[in-house]
């Protein structure tokens, strides 16, 4: 009904003259009418509405919302910013239904779907963003962004393997390309698909074998997959290189503690206690480690302190399934044994 809807813009001009969105909306309108197909404008279009975020969200609640595409895909940005997830989803559909080609719209609109759990939403965007991504020239969009989308929205679908070739098979024609391992890394490890994570940090460590940070990934990966050996010795090249590196170290305290080598864990994780004193993931490795040594006082005490520092001020709190162990670890450590019959 664009007639209808030109007229309700024109009527709010004329109430309001400085009404942005009005104007926007109704110049729009105006090319709609005229048949002129919809386009998303670059980004320098929008400064001349405002110089800056607060000023647009200002104009939003006071004036009202934008209909024309290159507003209305800024208008998502702000939303996404705000946390206001499902109204920059709503911009971001209408932008791709009034815009069918504009890539980022689309990506970012499959990104929603996958967060949100509608990963079939999400699959149904992949062909076209696969097909046009070849003729984009938007500088903004990637083929790091289209493999991303694709990716996630075939993990999300429950499509692990088919997911898993694609990434490998970007690995095989780019296996020097630093920038995609570590987006293959960090998708795999989201969705715990630690060989092809493995693999990427492996290929990195080929160019770069004293690269602190890849080493640590790989000890992770390690312990991911039950190679605590290969863990160890990664993790200790790392620590030799960087003896302040307490992730390294708390990684590796992990290993040996799931390898059985509970003295080797224990000297890890105090020496990280005298770096930091008050993490409860120590307490519980150091809990563990004395439990295993039927060490009935150390284990009580460091359970102890475990919960004492379970919900800390500021941080992530300990698990509950974690905590729910400690707690039924404690109780059987504190209740004596009974008798022989």
């Not at 504009?102 to 062909?127: E, S």
């Not at 780019?174 to 293959?184: C, E």
């Not at 200790?236 to 992730?247: E, G, V, Y």
Request: with cysteine; aromatic share 8%.
């Amino acid at each position: 009904k664009l007639p209808e809807a030109g007229q309700h813009f024109n009527l709010a001009l004329a109430l309001n003259s400085k009404n942005v969105p009005a104007r926007r909306n109704l110049d729009f309108n105006k090319d709609l009418q005229a048949g002129t197909p919809p386009s998303v404008q670059p980004p320098k279009s929008l400064e001349e509405d405002f110089p800056n975020m607060r000023t647009w969200r200002q104009n939003l609640r006071d004036c009202g919302p934008y209909d024309e595409p290159t507003h209305r895909f800024a208008q998502a940005v702000v939303f996404g910013q705000g946390g206001l997830d499902r109204q920059a989803a709503l911009e971001l559909e209408r932008v791709a239904a009034l815009v069918p080609d504009y890539l980022p719209a689309r990506i970012g609109l499959a990104q929603f779907y996958v967060r949100y759990h509608l990963p079939k939403k999400a699959l149904a965007l992949i062909p076209n963003i696969s097909e046009d991504a070849a003729d984009s020239i938007d500088p903004g969009i990637s083929k790091y962004d289209i493999l991303q989308a694709e990716a996630n929205a075939l993990f999300s679908a429950n499509k692990p393997a088919q997911a898993e070739k694609e990434l490998r098979d970007e690995m095989d024609k780019s296996p020097k390309d630093l920038i995609l391992l570590g987006l293959v890394f960090r998708i795999s490890t989201t969705f715990k698909s630690y060989t092809n994570a493995l693999h990427a940090i492996d290929l990195a460590l080929e160019m770069k074998p004293d690269d602190i940070a890849n080493l640590v990934n790989k000890g992770y990966l390690a312990i991911q997959i039950g190679d605590f050996g290969t863990a160890i010795s990664t993790l200790t090249t790392a620590i030799n290189s960087d003896t302040n590196n307490l992730t390294a170290k708390m990684n590796r305290a992990i290993a040996y503690l799931g390898s059985g080598q509970l003295d080797q864990a224990q000297s890890d994780y105090e020496d990280l206690q005298k770096s930091v004193p008050n993490s409860f993931q120590i307490y519980y490795g150091l809990g563990d480690v004395a439990w295993r040594k039927k060490d009935t006082n150390s284990a009580i005490n460091y359970y102890e302190l475990y919960l004492a520092n379970a919900h800390p001020n500021n941080g992530q709190p300990a698990p509950p399934e974690e905590e729910a162990t400690v707690a039924d670890r404690l109780q059987s450590l504190r209740t004596p044994a009974a008798p022989p019959p």
